[in-house]
């Protein structure tokens, strides 16, 4: 069962050109349909995973009797998931399973959900071993709420996973649920909240368990005196100091902890008296500082008399949207306070209003304004780019995924030192020709292949590109290549015998 990368690894000069035409977006159907019919693996490969698909392209890959090429297709994160859906009953478990996987991509942001009815038949029809988290992803907003008290026994029981955050009625509904797996399942959840069982079945010794337990679970005072007294493990002082259930005077205890890593997330709990507060605001360890100085009691003035020190290297990524969404008044308050720290949090949210938007757009603060870029679905295409140019750190090129990234003008940069900001210029329609092909020349080869796909590149130096080894596959997906060349090319696909049915 060979891999992508070992797929790939294996095509020869001539398939990675056809590869390149499968993704050229000036390929009419009748060539991406002969592509499919009958190019080796590795065409099919790129095509139904790498690219949305006309309708008619859609459809014969969703017949197509090879099982990898459909598995392909359910992978594909720029098809509507529509069309990924249409293969939920496909008869090969290896289809199903990467269907329930759910697309590849480095987009950090959760790819559009599949259908309620698809996600539904998934639960209700495939095997466990089929099913994975990753499922969760693909989850319309509204049908992962309605999980829990779903008429469909399977669908209750995937639900029980957000047990602790659940209402109380729906949490005693289905601890008297007439579904036996879906009562056990609850039961187990919540017996992470009775601080005697979790006592009696903690391990003894260090292990993902024990450190899960430490820092989720509800700790009776035994194993909170132990872990003070004889830790099991250098950092599990540091771990319960996270435990919602940890004691208030084990709080004022460790508030005065030697290790500032333990004191540094104290600092962190809302519950904090003002005598620790204060104390923790004169902290040697600057950490411990920054992080008291963002606690919600303070009053701007308060705060704005801590020493605290926020760094500027990151990272600045994504953020998923919290269940539950946050008060919009306390992200107000946060994008409009003096801290750093709380404008980047701010920052972080998805439905910031359109004036706090504009606000922080212009902060001059660089986390804030990356954060801004990364996690706002409107962001301004000025900012994506500021930030795309000012931050190097982790999560850069997602901002490159931003559907508003600007283009026009991009090919200002072709001579920065950065090869990343050099191949700003493959976006630019503007860029002239001479441009195009010197940057088919950079140093570096993410520019290289970049430059080979532009529309502008000159024709004589696309027809050489075309017999690079490296290249040829960039050059063959340029919208700009001449239909004879698309022709010859196709035409010197032999025709292979169909794929005999699963």
Same mark, same amino acid.
């Given at each position: 069962m060979p891999t992508p990368d070992q797929i790939w690894n294996e095509a020869d000069l001539p398939t990675r050109r056809l590869a390149g035409l499968a993704l050229n977006p000036s390929a009419p159907d009748e060539i991406l349909l002969r592509l499919l019919a009958d190019a080796p693996l590795a065409v099919r490969m790129v095509l139904c995973r790498d690219r949305d698909l006309p309708g008619a392209v859609a459809d014969a890959a969703i017949a197509h009797p090879d099982r990898y090429t459909?598995?392909? =297709?359910?992978?594909?994160? !720029?098809?509507? &998931?529509?069309? +990924?859906?249409r293969l939920v009953d496909d008869p090969d478990w290896f289809v199903r399973a990467h269907l329930a996987e759910g697309p590849r991509t480095t987009d950090p942001v959760v790819p559009r959900p599949l259908p309620d009815e698809t996600v539904v038949r998934m639960i209700t029809t495939?095997? +466990? %071993?089929?099913?994975?988290f990753s499922l969760d992803r693909q989850m319309s907003a509204a049908l992962r709420r309605a999980l829990p008290t779903h008429p469909i026994a399977r669908l209750r029981l995937w639900g029980t996973g957000s047990f602790g955050s659940l209402p109380a009625e729906t949490r005693a509904a289905l601890l008297a649920d007439p579904d036996d797996e879906v009562r056990e399942s609850a039961l187990r959840h919540l017996r992470h909240e009775d601080p005697a069982w979790v006592e009696s079945t903690l391990p003894a010794h260090p292990s993902h368990a024990r450190t899960g337990a430490l820092l989720h679970d509800a700790l009776s005072r035994a194993v909170v005196d132990r872990v003070l007294t004889d830790p099991a493990g250098p950092d599990e002082r540091a771990m319960i100091a996270n435990n919602p259930s940890l004691p208030a005077d084990v709080v004022v205890l460790l508030a005065g902890d030697p290790d500032p890593e333990v004191r540094e997330r104290i600092a962190r709990r809302a519950e904090l008296g &003002?005598? /620790? +507060?204060?104390?923790?605001a004169e902290d040697p360890d600057p950490k411990v500082r920054l992080a008291v100085s963002v606690h919600p009691a303070w009053s701007e003035e308060e705060r704005a008399r801590i020493d605290y020190d926020v760094p500027q290297d990151g990272p600045f990524l994504h953020h998923w949207p919290p269940l539950p969404p946050r008060d *919009? /008044? @306390?992200v107000r308050r946060d994008a409009l306070?003096? !801290? *750093?720290?709380l404008r980047r949090r701010a920052a972080s949210r998805h439905t910031l209003p359109a004036d706090l938007l504009e606000r922080l757009a212009a902060d001059d603060d660089l986390g804030v304004r990356v954060l801004l870029a990364q996690n706002h679905p409107d962001a301004p295409p000025p900012l994506l =780019? +500021? @930030?795309?140019?000012?931050?190097?750190?982790?999560?850069?090129? %997602?901002l490159l995924l931003r559907p508003q990234f600007p283009t026009d003008g991009l090919a200002v940069h072709a001579d920065d030192a950065d090869p990343v900001v050099r191949a700003l210029a493959a976006r630019d329609p503007g860029c002239a020709p001479e441009t195009v092909?010197?940057?088919t020349r950079d140093p570096d080869p993410a520019v290289r @292949?970049?430059?080979a796909r532009h529309p502008n590149l000159p024709q004589d130096r696309l027809a050489e590109l075309l017999d690079d080894e490296e290249l040829a596959h960039h050059a063959a997906a340029n919208p700009a290549l001449a239909a004879d060349t698309v022709r010859r090319l196709v035409a010197a696909l032999p025709v292979s015998p169909r794929p005999a049915a699963p």
């Open positions: 459909r598995s392909f =297709l359910v992978r594909n994160p !720029h098809v509507d &998931p529509a069309v +990924r859906a495939y095997s +466990r %071993d089929d099913l994975g &003002p005598a /620790e +507060r204060r104390a923790l *919009p /008044e @306390a306070s003096a !801290h *750093p720290l =780019l +500021r @930030a795309f140019l000012e931050y190097t750190g982790l999560g850069r090129d %997602d092909a010197r940057l @292949a970049a430059l």
